[in-house]
């Protein structure tokens, strides 16, 4: 059994921000539920836990946290209704459970996980797959505990330029995801991932957070990933299989495999966004091609760090 | 501009039926299902017509086939429901367009395509892009089209079996996909895939069909693929992607890159089934681990040809 230290990543979503926008307050309350996902994940790791189980910790803080786009403070639809993706892999032996369009369990990456532990299958969607968390006393709360007036404020800014014709391109209401890697110290890997999607997405929208290999990835021979951007391109591109593909065959580093896909396949294609990637020993890359991304890290032993633009 | 001679292969499911139970006359109208939906799509092809018109053309005639398991005659839930997947993939820019857990098109492939050319999404799911559909004037059939007795039984009798706790794992209610894959004579690949999933999967399964690089895939500079067979498995192994990454970064044919991932990757993991790949010189592989595959090819020049077995 090996014993090496642990490493863990998280993000809270890339593009959503532009420098000229932030405030000091904002980037601190920003920073400050950073620092409480990568806590929830760290807690897990020191106690010996495994690297699915800090994954699944920190994404529950960032979907507890309305400032992200998962969970409390998803965005919202064209219809005006939150409909969430997530998603969960063990890099042990590649098990992985996701849902996609789902309201109601206050973390979407425990029903995932719950797909992935007690079913046969990968992805679910519907009413059975929420009832199944029901029935496994899961969290459901009043409907209103998702909503944040920021995110509808911004659906109704979306839908006035639709009504107008033009295109809403500001990556803040385009983007929004947050997720986790982990190596734990078994040398485990593991990635979870959640989203709102898109403000302004059509009614019904997946995206790359509940595809296996395109936003969420983990196979302890190659790396974990979790991405972060303009899904519809990291599902044609498919991101995170991609990255562990680099390595697999071409002998890549996770830190060149990541920065590849990122800058160039996602990048040049209009893929904006970024990636977490942790190798199964402890390597740790967070690329983005955008201005800003929310993201934290931390390996045993040194101090908890996180960041928002390119710094 | 290139003018080579065309490729087209197609699938009607892996595994759905052992040697032992078939007779002359079921063999004779599969192979019959089989000739029509390869001439549907050779159709478009002799006539100058791209690959993605080609692959739509043939995976429409399979999903009209009641005895394939897509559009009329899917296969049932546990609710006694059909809900069915389908995707399309243009390999000349890697656009793509999904649908999951739909009822009402006659062909699911073609709101997969809607999706593609009219929406800035991949995949989607629920009411909304079966309005879309309507709206665009796509055939929407009453329900009792899509029903045939045999897959009705079937689910009876998977019903049963789970009432006694017993796993159903006759490949003939697991399996069944249909899809399609060519090259056109400008050297453009692009595939198609359309099922109805699992005799008796859960509600809201979404498997491998609607994943881009999982079930189906398409690239001019690798290959297009149609997977059928142990969807969970194409999900967790990222088939289509992993063939792709084969040819990209090792430099494999496609038939050494497909053969790999089915016997190997795919095979030694519960994965049984198979995949139908073409790449941009039209070289056609159709590789399966399991007792059989529906399938048929043609090459422009040559005789279109069915088989069911290792023949």
């Known amino acids: 059994m090996t014993n090496q230290p642990y490493a863990l990543a998280i993000h809270g979503g890339a593009g959503t921000i532009l420098k000229s926008t932030m405030t000091p307050e904002r980037e601190a309350a920003y920073k400050a539920g950073l620092h409480a996902a990568l806590k929830a994940g760290e807690d897990v790791l020191r106690a010996g836990g495994s690297a699915v189980d800090a994954v699944t910790a920190s994404v529950c803080a960032l979907e507890d946290e309305p400032l992200f786009n998962a969970g409390r403070g998803a965005v919202f639809t064209t219809a005006g209704r939150q409909e969430m993706d997530a998603s969960?892999?063990?890099?042990?032996?590649?098990?992985?459970?996701?849902?996609?369009?789902?309201?109601?369990?206050?973390?979407?990456?425990?029903?995932?996980?719950l797909v992935m532990e007690t079913t046969p299958h990968v992805c679910m969607i519907g009413d059975h797959v929420l009832e199944l968390g029901r029935k496994a006393g899961l969290e459901f709360p009043e409907a209103d505990y998702f909503f944040t007036q920021a995110r509808w404020d911004a659906l109704q800014d979306t839908l006035?330029?639709?009504?107008?014709?033009?295109?809403?391109?500001?990556?803040?209401?385009?983007?929004g995801t947050v997720g986790a890697v982990a190596c734990d110290r078994q040398g485990n890997v593991a990635a979870a991932t959640s989203t709102g999607g898109w403000t302004g997405k059509m009614p019904g929208r997946v995206g790359?957070?509940?595809?296996?290999?395109?936003?969420?990835?983990?196979?302890?021979?190659?790396?974990?990933?979790?991405?972060?951007?303009?899904?519809?391109?990291?599902?044609?591109?498919?991101?995170?299989?991609?990255?562990?593909?680099?390595?697999?065959?071409?002998?890549?580093?996770?830190?060149?495999?990541?920065?590849?896909?990122v800058m160039q396949d996602l990048g040049q294609n209009d893929g904006s966004g970024g990636v977490i990637a942790v190798d199964a020993k402890g390597v740790l890359t967070l690329p983005f091609n955008s201005e800003g991304m929310y993201r934290g890290w931390v390996q045993e032993g040194t101090a908890p760090e996180v960041a928002i633009y390119d710094e």
Chains 1, 2 share one sequence.
Do not use: W
């Open 88 to 113: 969960i892999m063990d890099g042990r032996d590649r098990s992985t459970g996701a849902v996609a369009g789902v309201f109601g369990p206050k973390n979407p990456v425990l029903l995932a996980r």
């Open 160 to 175: 006035a330029m639709q009504a107008k014709g033009e295109d809403d391109d500001d990556p803040a209401r385009r983007h």
């Open 208 to 261: 790359d957070t509940p595809m296996p290999g395109a936003g969420n990835f983990a196979e302890n021979a190659t790396c974990a990933v979790s991405g972060t951007g303009h899904g519809e391109v990291f599902i044609r591109y498919t991101a995170g299989a991609e990255i562990a593909a680099r390595m697999r065959h071409r002998g890549e580093s996770v830190i060149d495999a990541a920065r590849h896909v």
